[in-house]
């Protein structure tokens, strides 16, 4: 077995004790869970930036959320509320391949220098773009059957392909992977016969860099979290969650199989990418508590690196006991400081981890505020029972830990007692202010006047109003016609009963102009006016069929493009 490594240390905020609870210092009261504002509370609103940024000169889309934050908001220029409904979809784009999605789509816009195929290696020969533009771009599809594809961006026709799974078994690639331009690396993890592997590829043609892939297993890699060594337990873990590439180290979250059976801790392993002999891991005090949601995790992209754990089972919560249904900052390789400002677990903790209520189903977005804000940025964190968590991102309870709560507000926008919420935010800023829009599944929570839900499907935008209490409320409804396409990922068919495709949005000037939320609604396109969530008209046609639940689309060059089983789906605006 590896050597078991540490590296934590425990240590409390100032007042905060086992005893007695510190409220948040940035306000002297919360707004409560109806976001209802308090009696009295003073409103020092800061007022929100559009200045215009202009789209990058560089459209790569490199890992899941577009940034390191997971923000999931993109800049493209023509799509503005006057075009963007009638994007069709484009049936000159033949991506197709062999193998079912779990991973979300991503891009490199400075694809291979040479034109046509590869000179050699396996991927000359599986290469079908002859006619390739030098430079193109590449779109990167990571199958679940662990063959990785490379697509032209205009043609869609195969760059390379590579298997990077000779021996079977397992359960094969699910996480979404991550792209280094600098080292022309896509990185990618994916389970395998008794232990989990992750690769370093060549986005020019699919060959295995040096030192790669990194094996982690039982033998590998163990980790003592405080309470004796935990090793690695391959077996009954799974990685579902997007890879996050942050300074130059590679983090991969797991969590526990479909059911949650076996003997298995919640892990983020990192590995550092230009060593990759380096290799640590954050590891939970007790059994299961899984980092598994899809979306991956966060950073705030000075240092920190924030997951999100689901429930255990040690039926008590304290700071040598459990860490289910937290918020933890990691900082480095994994490194953790049990403290109130690097931990957070909401106040009904015990009620979720009770009946199944993942905090960890969702993944979080980190969002700098406008100059002035106290906090200076926050932790946008959605739970499964319909709870959306504001959090300070520099003090993520306020100064609680150990005792729970501490967040800067808690929204309802779903049925707090069902599995009502899988999804990841996608944040943007519109005149009003700055909004977080997410999918729900069950029992929506709108303002007056929301249009109504048939199958309590909807996509609802909250708005943050820093300085104010309430610090956050929701703005708008949005429905959902049907039920999302493929149920694989989900067990017990849960995604025909839930809504699993968290959406974008897009802006035309990297401000507040022309805000839009796109999402995933069955086989088909869908957008609405960011500000409103009224849809626009008209809306995009074109079905695509089979996209598999929890799949996250992307705005490229602008055109919207999303993976499904066995085909990259793309909408453009007619004529380009």
């Given at each position: 077995?590896?050597?078991?490594?540490?590296?934590?240390?425990?240590?409390?905020?100032?007042?905060?004790?086992?005893?007695?609870?510190?409220?948040?210092?940035?306000?002297?009261?919360?707004?409560?869970?109806?976001?209802?504002?308090?009696?009295?509370?003073?409103?020092?609103?800061?007022a929100v930036s559009c200045a215009a940024t202009g789209a990058p000169a560089d459209a790569s889309v490199l890992q899941r959320g577009n940034d390191l934050l997971r923000r999931g908001t993109f800049v493209e220029a023509l799509l503005t509320k006057q075009s963007a409904g009638s994007v069709t979809l484009d049936t000159s784009f033949?991506?197709?391949?062999?193998?079912?999605?779990?991973?979300?789509?991503?891009?490199?816009?400075?694809?291979?220098?040479?034109?046509?195929?590869?000179?050699?290696?396996?991927?000359?020969?599986?290469?079908?773009?002859?006619?390739?533009?030098?430079?193109?771009?590449?779109?990167?599809?990571?199958?679940?059957?662990?063959?990785?594809?490379?697509?032209?961006?205009?043609?869609?026709?195969?760059?390379?392909?590579?298997?990077?799974?000779?021996?079977?078994?397992?359960?094969?690639?699910?996480?979404?992977?991550?792209?280094?331009?600098?080292?022309?690396?896509?990185?990618?993890?994916?389970?395998?016969?008794?232990?989990?592997?992750?690769?370093?590829?060549?986005?020019?043609?699919?060959?295995?860099?040096?030192?790669?892939?990194?094996?982690?297993?039982?033998?590998?890699?163990?980790?003592?979290?405080?309470?004796?060594?935990?090793?690695?337990?391959?077996?009954?873990?799974?990685?579902?969650?997007?890879?996050?590439?942050?300074?130059?180290?590679?983090?991969?979250?797991?969590?526990?199989?479909?059911?949650?059976?076996?003997?298995?801790?919640?892990?983020?392993?990192?590995?550092?990418?230009?060593?990759?002999?380096?290799?640590?891991?954050?590891?939970?005090?007790?059994?299961?508590?899984?980092?598994?949601?899809?979306?991956?995790?966060?950073?705030?992209?000075?240092?920190?690196?924030?997951?999100?754990?689901?429930?255990?089972?040690?039926?008590?919560?304290?700071?040598?006991?459990?860490?289910?249904?937290?918020?933890?900052?990691?900082?480095?390789?994994?490194?953790?400081?049990?403290?109130?400002?690097?931990?957070?677990?909401?106040?009904?903790?015990?009620?979720?981890?009770?009946?199944?209520?993942?905090?960890?189903?969702?993944?979080?977005?980190?969002?700098?505020?406008?100059?002035?804000?106290?906090?200076?940025?926050?932790?946008?964190?959605?739970?499964?029972?319909?709870?959306?968590?504001?959090?300070?991102?520099?003090?993520?309870?306020?100064?609680?830990?150990?005792?729970?709560?501490?967040?800067?507000?808690?929204?309802?926008?779903?049925?707090?007692?069902?599995?009502?919420?899988?999804?990841?935010?996608?944040?943007?800023?519109?005149?009003?202010g700055i909004h977080a829009a997410i999918d729900v599944g069950i029992g929506p929570v709108c303002p007056p006047g929301s249009p109504t839900s048939t199958n309590g499907k909807m996509i609802v935008s909250m708005l943050m109003d820093p300085g104010c209490v309430p610090f956050a409320k929701t703005t708008w409804c949005a429905t959902?016609?049907?039920?999302?396409?493929?149920?694989?990922?989900?067990?017990?068919?849960?995604?025909?009963?839930?809504?699993?495709?968290?959406?974008?949005?897009?802006?035309?000037?990297?401000?507040?102009?022309?805000?839009?939320?796109?999402?995933?609604?069955?086989?088909?396109?869908?957008?609405?006016?960011?500000?409103?969530?009224?849809?626009?008209?008209?809306?995009?046609?074109?079905?695509?069929?089979?996209?598999?639940?929890?799949?996250?689309?992307?705005?490229?060059?602008?055109?919207?493009?999303?993976?499904?089983?066995?085909?990259?789906?793309?909408?453009?605006?007619?004529?380009?």
């Amino acid at each position: 077995m590896a050597a078991c490594s540490t590296g934590k240390v425990s240590s409390f905020a100032p007042g905060a004790t086992e005893d007695g609870v510190v409220g948040h210092p940035a306000f002297a009261s919360i707004a409560s869970s109806s976001g209802a504002a308090t009696p009295g509370a003073a409103c020092v609103p800061v007022a929100v930036s559009c200045a215009a940024t202009g789209a990058p000169a560089d459209a790569s889309v490199l890992q899941r959320g577009n940034d390191l934050l997971r923000r999931g908001t993109f800049v493209e220029a023509l799509l503005t509320k006057q075009s963007a409904g009638s994007v069709t979809l484009d049936t000159s784009f033949n991506a197709t391949f062999a193998g079912s999605m779990r991973a979300s789509v991503l891009y490199l816009q400075a694809g291979p220098a040479g034109a046509g195929c590869p000179a050699t290696g396996a991927a000359a020969t599986t290469c079908m773009a002859t006619t390739r533009p030098a430079g193109n771009g590449l779109f990167f599809a990571a199958t679940n059957g662990n063959v990785v594809y490379a697509l032209d961006e205009t043609t869609g026709a195969i760059v390379w392909q590579t298997n990077i799974n000779a021996l079977g078994g397992g359960d094969g690639i699910r996480g979404t992977p991550v792209i280094d331009p600098d080292t022309r690396a896509l990185i990618v993890a994916t389970g395998v016969s008794g232990h989990h592997e992750v690769h370093s590829l060549s986005v020019d043609d699919g060959s295995e860099y040096t030192g790669w892939p990194v094996i982690i297993s039982s033998s590998t890699l163990a980790v003592d979290p405080g309470t004796g060594c935990v090793p690695f337990n391959s077996p009954v873990l799974i990685q579902l969650g997007a890879l996050l590439l942050a300074n130059g180290i590679v983090y991969v979250p797991f969590g526990g199989q479909n059911d949650d059976t076996g003997d298995y801790n919640g892990w983020v392993v990192s590995i550092n990418e230009n060593d990759p002999s380096q290799v640590n891991g954050w590891v939970t005090l007790s059994g299961h508590e899984g980092v598994w949601g899809h979306g991956g995790l966060a950073s705030d992209g000075a240092g920190s690196v924030f997951a999100v754990t689901g429930n255990g089972h040690a039926g008590k919560h304290g700071p040598m006991d459990s860490d289910a249904e937290e918020v933890v900052r990691l900082t480095g390789m994994s490194s953790f400081a049990r403290n109130a400002n690097d931990v957070y677990y909401p106040a009904l903790w015990t009620e979720m981890d009770a009946v199944d209520h993942d905090f960890g189903a969702s993944t979080p977005a980190y969002v700098p505020l406008p100059h002035g804000s106290v906090p200076p940025a926050v932790l946008v964190a959605p739970s499964k029972p319909g709870h959306v968590f504001f959090l300070d991102g520099t003090n993520l309870s306020g100064g609680s830990y150990p005792n729970p709560g501490g967040e800067i507000a808690d929204v309802v926008v779903a049925d707090t007692t069902s599995e009502s919420v899988y999804t990841s935010p996608t944040i943007y800023s519109t005149a009003s202010g700055i909004h977080a829009a997410i999918d729900v599944g069950i029992g929506p929570v709108c303002p007056p006047g929301s249009p109504t839900s048939t199958n309590g499907k909807m996509i609802v935008s909250m708005l943050m109003d820093p300085g104010c209490v309430p610090f956050a409320k929701t703005t708008w409804c949005a429905t959902v016609a049907g039920n999302p396409g493929n149920s694989v990922t989900m067990p017990n068919n849960l995604a025909s009963n839930h809504y699993n495709e968290p959406p974008i949005s897009t802006t035309s000037d990297g401000g507040c102009s022309d805000a839009l939320v796109w999402f995933i609604n069955g086989s088909q396109l869908s957008v609405v006016d960011g500000d409103t969530g009224v849809p626009l008209v008209p809306q995009p046609s074109g079905t695509c069929n089979n996209i598999e639940s929890m799949n996250f689309p992307i705005a490229v060059k602008n055109r919207i493009v999303v993976a499904a089983d066995g085909q990259l789906c793309a909408w453009s605006l007619p004529g380009r």
